[in-house]
């Protein structure tokens, strides 16, 4: 199952088509890609709060843009500049697409404890 | 034939030129399974939740023995009275909602080769993948003064957010002014490694505010303080100047819980309060079920799907798991475990390739007041020839100081962390 193996006219085929194309393993890791984000940024890159911000839904090039800056440490962070610097250009832009795709929504909040259980 | 990383990377991120791929599609198609998890903390609920978020076909039952879910991150604020217990915990009703089957139970027993778990009720659950998430379990057997159940409750660890942080918040709102709170913790790898000098930070913050004669005493089994050395110096030797005694290489030995007093190899130290952190490894299922690899502690784990090395179709996530190099035991880190154990799981159910390079992040918040907060951070990728997640050079590092700022940010974390988990 792993390193990905696929039949070799297939391959050729993934390999010239586009992103909207992609077949579901291929969405899967870009989709894993992006969930790295969440922790923090929230699922989807919907923030519960709002803080840090969403991603939902906004611009992919202003998304690859930012994520390029705090790489290059033209903009400055807290700590956004220490984690662009684990990802090659190829998988910010892979993350940005992702979450330009996703529609701004509400955030998904932990609820409350029950009360008496 | 084998697509390398760079070629899938390199078509992944392509966004024109889009065309149909027929015949390609059915790469896959097998039925939809039923997953079982064990443990509804971080790893398992958040596991559970992406599950039924990137799969919604496939049944997940998470066997949990709380009824509630209590964060250790933020925990030590209750302690420095800087928040309430009530703030940190939060209810399993979001996952129900998304259709996960929550049962409040405890899991005794796993028979992996007829694929059930058997629960304390007398009831089993059959599988087709099973992740267990059990976090860790304190090995007393090494203290002979804390083996008795009562004795455990009186020295308590608060080293799993519940009723034990209560109960030691309890202490030091009882401790005298100019009492000596004394706390021990152990060699690394521990549960949270900027946890311990976290907590000295809140139980200073305290004792500034409430009862300013007052003292710590650390004793730190490891030789050197493990996490964010310079950011905790600065505060203990700061703002918390003169309250603290920090003493390296204190591994214990045993404690005299009449005497109030944590035995050392040549010391013997006493206290009003005492807070001892036994040595811990993976949570007590994970031994019964055969998946401890390591030091007789952890499990091992292969990181492209985080199933164990040791049993076939049982997957392990978070503090219970053998950390890969660099890799802290974190709340943050479980989380990633968890998506990318998710994604795996549903590959692998549904005969798909699973991904061949999983990255995980971690940032970890520690608070040195009620509103001031600084990070670790830490980048990991697969390294298909070590197999093993390795820190990517030259990404992470930690915060150049406290702030209010990213106390704000350590908030925000929290509550899409808990979002990522329940929600």
Known sequence: ?117 | MTLSRREFVKWMAASSGAAAVAGCAGMGGAAAGRVVVIGGGYGGATASRYIKLWASDIDVTVVERNDAFVSCPISNLVLGGNTQIGNITMGYDGLRNRGVNIMRDDAVAVDAAARQVRLASGKTLPYDRLIVSPGIDFMYDSIPGLKSADAQNRVLHAWKAGPQTVALRKQLEAMPDGGVFVFQFPMAPYRCPPGPYERVCQVADYFKRAKPRSKIIVLDANPDIVSKKGLFLAAWNGMYKGMIDYRPNSELRDVDVQGMTVKLAFDSVKGDVLNVVPPHGAGSVARQAGLITANQRWCGVDWLTMESVAVKGIHVLGDATLSAPAMPKSASMTNQHAKVCAAAVIALIKGRPVNPQPMMMNTCYSFVDGKNSMHVASVHAYDAAQKTMVAVKGAGGVSTAASELEGTYAWGWARNIWGEALG
């Open chain 1, 1 to 117: 199952m792993r390193p990905i193996l696929v039949r070799a006219g297939c391959a050729a085929a993934l390999l010239a088509a586009g992103y909207a194309a992609a077949p579901a393993w291929a969405q899967d890791a870009a989709r894993s890609l992006a969930a790295t984000c969440t922790a923090c940024h929230g699922t989807d890159g919907r923030s519960v709060g709002g803080v840090p911000p969403s991603l939902a839904g906004r611009d992919k090039g202003e998304l690859l843009q930012t994520m390029k800056d705090f790489k290059t440490g033209k903009r400055p962070a807290t700590v956004m500049h220490q984690h662009a610097k684990g990802y090659s250009d190829e998988q910010l832009e892979l993350i940005a697409n992702y979450f330009a795709g996703v529609t701004p929504g509400a955030a998904a909040a932990a609820p409350a404890a029950r009360v008496n259980n």
